[in-house]
């Protein structure tokens, strides 16, 4: 089974650009089937589905948020990151990477995930 690991600030200012990357452990991350993802919850609410990569490299995003993301996946690191730019205060949450072969990430029940990396957006 694999393991994932988010990594990156946990405070970012409004309006500046939110980096995370999720290393992936135990298996590839170009392994046959693999769906990758990242999701968020905010404080108070429910998961929050951003994106995710399909095995095929694809990366699919959540409509609403299409427009400040970007997902990206380095195969020499083994690692898939997120961009979030023009953060704002809303952008509050535990953010989440996830893994499942043969399937997208839909709920907590589903594949590996990461521990959660909390990340506030505050001046």
């Known amino acids: 089974q694999v393991l994932l690991q988010e990594s990156g600030p946990g405070l970012v200012k409004p309006s500046q650009i939110l980096s995370l990357t999720c290393t992936v452990s135990g298996g590839s991350i170009t392994a046959n089937a693999y769906y990758w993802s990242w999701f968020r919850q905010p404080p108070g609410k429910g998961l929050e589905w951003i994106g995710h990569?399909?095995?095929?490299?694809?990366?699919v995003y959540n409509p609403s948020l299409k427009s400040r993301i970007t997902i990206a996946r380095d195969t020499s690191k083994n690692q898939f990151t997120l961009q979030l730019n023009s953060v704002t205060p809303e952008d509050t949450a535990v953010y989440y990477c996830a893994g499942r072969r043969g399937a997208v990430v839909t709920t907590f029940k589903d594949g590996s995930w990461g521990q959660g990396t909390q990340v506030t957006v505050s001046s």
């Open positions: 990569v399909v095995p095929s490299g694809i990366i």
